[in-house]
């Protein structure tokens, strides 16, 4: 028995095409809330591993406004998937890389009675991670100031040896996400 709310019906000219807009709706929204965890850290520093917090919320989203129909969930879901891979993969990435270009040479840094510590973060995909991953060694105590290059996927960190180690540096937990290890130390 067809549903005549999943049902679309083929136009002939000068007709309109039935289209279930709850199914579009729902699945635009589960999508965008999937999506939060690129856009989160650049509002809230610190944080990470959002990824499966995000998608769980998304997919609670879909399974419950979709109305547990096996035709809506199946519709609203490959919905949400596109629009989950398009603004992780793609829009954040690409969007970021031209709004966080950030050309201060690194070495301009003052380090007087300070220490230095190069970090590989071969893990960063986009511009976002490069943000998020800076704004969480700016936000360690002892951490003075961090730079971090996507287009290299490295880092430095200007820290206070009496306060913090680069071992403590590299143990956050976002720089773990991307695979950060010290390079000098």
């Known amino acids: ?37 690129t856009i989160i850290p650049f509002f809230v520093g610190g944080v990470s ?15 419950f406004f979709a109305g547990f ?33 950030n050309n201060t040479d690194i070495s301009q840094i003052n380090t007087e009675g300070l220490e230095t510590v190069n970090l590989a973060l071969p893990g960063l995909f986009c511009g976002g991670c490069a943000y998020s991953s800076e704004n969480a060694l700016k936000g360690m105590p002892g951490v003075v100031d961090a730079r971090v290059d996507f287009d290299s996927k490295s880092g430095v960190v200007v820290y206070d040896p009496n306060l913090i180690t680069p071992e403590t540096i590299v143990s956050n937990g976002i720089i773990q996400v991307y695979g950060g290890r010290i390079v000098n130390g």
Do not use: Q, R
């Open 1 to 37: 028995m067809i549903n005549k709310e999943d049902k679309v019906e083929e136009a002939k000219e000068g007709e309109y095409v039935h289209i279930n807009m709850k199914v579009i709706v729902v699945g635009l929204i589960a999508g965008v809330i999937a999506s939060l965890w």
């Open 49 to 63: 591993n959002l990824l499966y917090a995000t998608v769980s919320i998304g997919l609670l989203f879909l399974i």
């Open 69 to 101: 129909k096996k035709g809506g969930i199946i519709k609203s879901g490959g919905l949400a998937i596109g629009v989950f891979l398009l603004m992780s993969y793609l829009l954040v990435p690409f969007v970021s890389g031209f709004l966080l270009n």
